[in-house]
C-alpha cells in the first residue's frame, strides 16, 4: 500500500448518484469534507438518507484502500506495477483453465457494484467457457428468487414503494427494515402506517420495526412455515380467502385446502413458539383488509428451506387474492445497493442476462450473436457449492468485490478453502480477509468513483456518476474487468469497451427486461423492469392481468414444515444474526467509518435474561459463543428483546465473526445457507490468559 502521506490530493466534486449501501437506492452527493448529503432522488424524493448513506464518504477517503496492485512473492505481497500484475493474473487464472478446463474457476460477481462491471464478469466468464459465477444475492435472497420465479414467473418485488402507501396492511416476515431499509421504512412503510394500515411483524426478537407494529410474532427460529401455514389455515377456516381470484387467477386450491383443514392453528402455534390467538390476530389482520403487502427479508429466506418459507409466504397473498394491484403482492427488500442488478444482468450460474436460462438453446443464440461465443449450456456452480469444493473440482477463483471468508457461513472452513486454490484473484478496495488469500490483489474502484447504473429493491435501474478520482494507482473496476477479458479470453474485441454505457447499450440487446433502456432515458430519473420500449416505461405492479410465466394463473403449493439442520441438545441456545442501523453487512465498508463505529460501539450478543440467569452471565461480561464450527468470543447484551432460548449477533465486524459459527446446509432448490438457526452454546468467557479467544482474524 502507498504512505497515504505521500499520496497527492485527490479531487471531489458533487455529482447525484447512488448510495453504496442497502438496495433502497437513495440519491446522494459529495458534500464537502468528507461527507455525503442526500439529493432529492426518484426514490428519496425529498433528499432524505439514513446515517449509512451520509457516512459513505467515509469509505471512499479511507486511509486503509489498496492503491497499487499487490502480488504475492515467497508468501507475502509485494507491491507491483499493473501491467505485471495482470500478466500474473491471466498467467495464473490461464494456467488452470489449460490444465483443467474453464469449469475449474469459479467467478465472484458483486452486488455492490453497477450493472456494467456485473454484466462484464459474467461475459467474461461465459466466453472463457463456464457458467461458475454467481454473487451475494445467493447469500440473502436466491431462496425468494427461486420460489418467486416458480410460481408467478419473476424473482423481485412485485409491487413498488409507492404502491405500499396504498395497502391497508403490511405484513413483515423476516425483515427489520426500520435499520436495514431506513429511507424503505420511514418514507413509505411508516407513513401507511400512520395513515391507518396493520403492521404485522414477524420476527424473533423485537427490533426498531417491532415498535411499530401492531402485531408481533416473535417466532423461534427455524418455524416460518408452521407459522405462516397457521395463518393459511385461519384465513381458509374464517372464510377470509378471496374465492373470486381463487377461480380465475389460481390453481390447486382443493389440494391446499384439504392440507389446511388439517392443520392444528393450536399445535403449530405451539410450535413456532407464539400465541395461537396472536396468529389469528394476524391473519384477520391480513385477510380483512382490501389490500395487503407482504414485506419479506433475510430471516424468511436464510434457512434450508428458505424457498418452502417463501412458498408459504406466497400462498398467503394468492389465497386472499393481494397480487396484482397497488397496496398488495410480496415484496423482498434487497440487501446491497445492487443484489437486484448483479442477478439481473447475469451474474447467476444458472440464467444469462435477464434471467434467461442458460439450458434455453434460443437464449444462448441470441447472447451468441452478440459475444460472437455461445455460453456454456449446462448451470453453473453456486458460490458455497464453490467453496466446498475448493482444491478439487475447483481449482481458481476470481473475487470481484465480495468477501466469502466472511460473508459465507462455516467461515473459518471457508477461508481455509481458499489456500487450497491454485490460483486466486481479488479485485477489491481493501486488504480483506478474503484478500489476504490471494495471489494477486487488484486495487479497484469505491462506488463515488464509478460510472455506470445499478437497479434497486423495486427494478429501477439508476445512474451512479463520479463524485471523486481514484486513489493512488487504483483502478476503475470497469477497466480492470474489460482488461482482465481482453487478456484472458480469445474474444479480445468482445470486451472492447470505450465506456460503461457501451456495455449497458449491450446489455439492454441480450436481456429482454431491459430492452429499451438507455442513460439518456434514465437521466436524473429512473428506468424500471420490465420495460416496454414502445411505451417508453416500465411496468409498475407486476402480475395484473397474467403473471410474468405467462400464465392467467398461479399454482398454490402445499408446504410442508423441515426441521432445521442443526439439532439443538438442551443446553444450548439457537444463534440468529441480522444487521442493525449503523452498520452493514461483513462490515467491509462500514466499519471503515469512525462515525458509525462510534454511533454503534461494540457488538454484543443478544441473550435473554433468563437465559443469561441459567449461565451465569450479566450484561456486559464477556461470554464464549461456540459449536463445532468455531469459537468467538463477545460482550454479553441480556435483555428481553430476543426470546428465550433464543441469542442475536450482527454478521457485521472480522470479531466476533458471526459467521464462524453459521451453518452451511443448503436449500436443495435455491443453495442458500442456513444462516439463521446455527446451534450454539453460550458460557461466560474465561479470565484474560486463560480462554480461547476469538476465532481467526486477518
Ligand atoms: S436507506 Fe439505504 S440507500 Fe438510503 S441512505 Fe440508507 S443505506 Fe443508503
Redesign the pocket.
Known sequence: MTDPSETTERRFESNPT?????????S?EYAGRGSAT?VEGP??ERGE??????A?FDVVDSDDRLTEPLVRHDGRFVTAPWEAALDRAVEGIGEVVDEHGPDAVQFFASSNCTNEENYVLQKLARVLGTNNVDNCARLCHASTVAAMSERLGAGAMTNTLDDLGEADCILVNGANPAEQ????FRSYILPAVRDGATLVHVDPRANDTTEAADVHLPLRPGTDIELLNAVAATLVEEGLVDEAFLDERTTGFDRLRERLVDVDVAANAEAAGVEPEAIREAARAYGEADRAAIVTGMGTSQHRCGTDNVHALLNLALLTGNVGRPGTGVNPLRGQ?NVQGASDVGGLPSVLPGYEPVTDPDARERVAAEWGVEPPAEPGLTEVEATHRFGDDVRAAVVFGENPAVTEPNATAVASAFDDLDYCVVIDLFETRTAAHADVVLPGSAWAEKCGTVTNTDRRVLRMRPNADLPGNARRDFDILTALGRRLTDRPEAFDYDRPEAAFEELTRVAPIYEGMSYAGIGDGYQRWPFDADAGRGTEVLHAETFATGERTAPLAVVDPVPPADDLDPDELVLTTGRVLQH?NSGALSRRSDRLVAMRGEDALQVHPSDAAERGIEDGDRVTVSNERGTVEVAAEVTPAVREGVTFCTFHYPEPLANALTGDALDPEAKIPEFKHSAVAVEPAAEAGEGSGATGDD
Open positions: 447512488v448510495c453504496p449501501f442497502c438496495g433502497v437506492g437513495c446522494v442526500g426514490v428519496n438518507i439514513c446515517p449509512k448513506g451520509a459513505a431499509h431506513p429511507v424503505a445497493n452493514f
